[in-house]
């Protein structure tokens, strides 16, 4: 490509490189359909054609979503999480442990700030089924059918909170490397719990979270329903009171409140609750646990 020179140049870049990102991003999310798919059709040989068919509507809205999200807050979140670990490290909050890192090794290192990151995760990820938080979270939730997909659908408020996770990690002295392994970790993970498989994960599921109880997380008007908030570890859930994994989930998935149409109903719905919220006489926000 021509070098593009001139005071519009820094713009014509960030727009090139924005575009690159988004193609990327799309052969990845490709890729990863081509695996989940294999994956049904050995999993659910009998219905996953059907199954598939079921979640396209909502997958459109998920695409849309995961495309702006790209172009648009993706490079939001990375400007920012940048410019507020630069501004706490100016201030010496956080602490640096390189000695600490290096005695113990990589593999327990990366261990280490998946384990701490989780937990941080699982705090977070509380917070935002709070009365405040949960009318952006919610847009996660509203996929009726729900797929490994599903968790590309989520609103800018809730992208911005997930990336406190990482600034949280940096300010704890983690190293860039293993902080950067987290976010793979717990994202590739995060699609693995999203899939609709009938997994239980048998003796692991007590250390790890299963598709099967983050499907609970996602049921509609059941006991235990918005529980299980940890992304990888389930010791969380349990050693906090959070776990609910009865048996297999076949209840319906979603939430209670008019979402809108499409997507724009979607980016819409939290402004219209915090507004109508702020009023006299607001209207209640509906938590899942309600």
Same mark, same amino acid.
């Given at each position: 490509?021509? $070098?593009? &020179?001139?005071?519009?140049?820094?713009?014509?870049?960030?727009? !090139?490189?924005?575009?690159?990102?988004?193609?990327? #991003?799309?052969?990845?999310?490709?890729?990863?359909?081509?695996?989940?798919?294999?994956?049904?059709?050995?999993?659910?040989?009998?219905?996953?054609? &059907?199954?598939?068919?079921? @979640?396209?509507?909502?997958?459109?809205?998920?695409?849309?979503?995961?495309?702006?999200?790209? +172009?648009?807050?993706?490079?939001?979140?990375?400007?920012?999480? #940048?410019?507020?670990?630069?501004?706490?490290?100016?201030?010496?909050?956080?602490? &640096?442990?390189? =000695?600490?890192? @290096?005695?113990?090794?990589?593999?327990?290192?990366?261990? @280490?700030? %998946?384990? %701490?990151?989780?937990?941080?995760?699982?705090? $977070?990820?509380? @917070?935002?089924?709070?009365?405040?938080?949960?009318? /952006?979270? =919610?847009?996660?939730?509203?996929?009726?059918?729900?797929?490994?997909?599903?968790?590309?659908?989520?609103?800018? !408020?809730?992208?911005?909170?997930?990336?406190?996770?990482?600034?949280?990690?940096?300010?704890?002295?983690?190293?860039?490397? /293993?902080?950067?392994?987290?976010?793979?970790?717990?994202?590739?993970?995060?699609?693995?719990?999203? /899939?609709?498989?009938?997994?239980?994960?048998?003796?692991?599921?007590?250390?790890?979270?299963?598709? %099967?109880?983050?499907?609970?997380?996602?049921?509609?008007?059941?006991?235990?329903?918005?529980?299980?908030?940890?992304?990888?570890?389930?010791?969380?859930?349990?050693?906090?009171?959070?776990?609910?994994?009865?048996?297999?989930?076949?209840?319906?998935?979603?939430?209670?409140?008019?979402?809108?149409?499409?997507?724009?109903?979607?980016?819409?719905?939290? +402004?219209?609750?915090?507004?109508?919220?702020?009023?006299?006489?607001?209207?209640?926000?509906?938590?899942?646990?309600?």
């Amino acid at each position: 490509m021509a $070098r593009v &020179e001139g005071p519009l140049a820094p713009v014509i870049k960030f727009l !090139v490189d924005d575009a690159l990102g988004l193609w990327q #991003a799309l052969v990845a999310l490709a890729m990863l359909a081509v695996v989940f798919a294999a994956l049904a059709r050995v999993v659910k040989p009998a219905t996953w054609v &059907e199954d598939g068919r079921s @979640a396209l509507p909502q997958a459109r809205i998920t695409m849309v979503l995961s495309v702006v999200d790209q +172009l648009t807050v993706t490079p939001a979140v990375s400007l920012f999480v #940048a410019w507020l670990g630069t501004w706490l490290r100016e201030r010496g909050l956080g602490f &640096e442990a390189p =000695a600490l890192w @290096a005695t113990i090794g990589p593999a327990p290192t990366l261990f @280490a700030t %998946v384990f %701490v990151g989780d937990f941080v995760g699982y705090w $977070r990820h509380r @917070a935002q089924h709070s009365k405040w938080l949960w009318p /952006a979270h =919610a847009i996660h939730h509203s996929d009726t059918h729900m797929t490994w997909f599903t968790l590309e659908r989520m609103h800018p !408020v809730d992208r911005f909170g997930s990336a406190l996770d990482t600034v949280i990690l940096a300010a704890l002295g983690f190293p860039f490397w /293993a902080q950067a392994g987290n976010v793979f970790v717990r994202h590739y993970y995060g699609y693995v719990i999203h /899939a609709d498989v009938p997994w239980t994960l048998g003796k692991a599921g007590l250390l790890f979270n299963s598709p %099967v109880m983050h499907r609970w997380h996602h049921a509609r008007d059941v006991p235990g329903a918005g529980w299980n908030f940890a992304t990888v570890f389930s010791v969380f859930d349990r050693a906090f009171g959070t776990y609910h994994q009865p048996g297999p989930c076949e209840v319906p998935l979603g939430v209670r409140e008019d979402m809108g149409k499409g997507a724009m109903g979607q980016y819409l719905h939290p +402004l219209k609750v915090w507004s109508a919220a702020l009023r006299p006489g607001r209207t209640k926000v509906i938590l899942p646990a309600e």
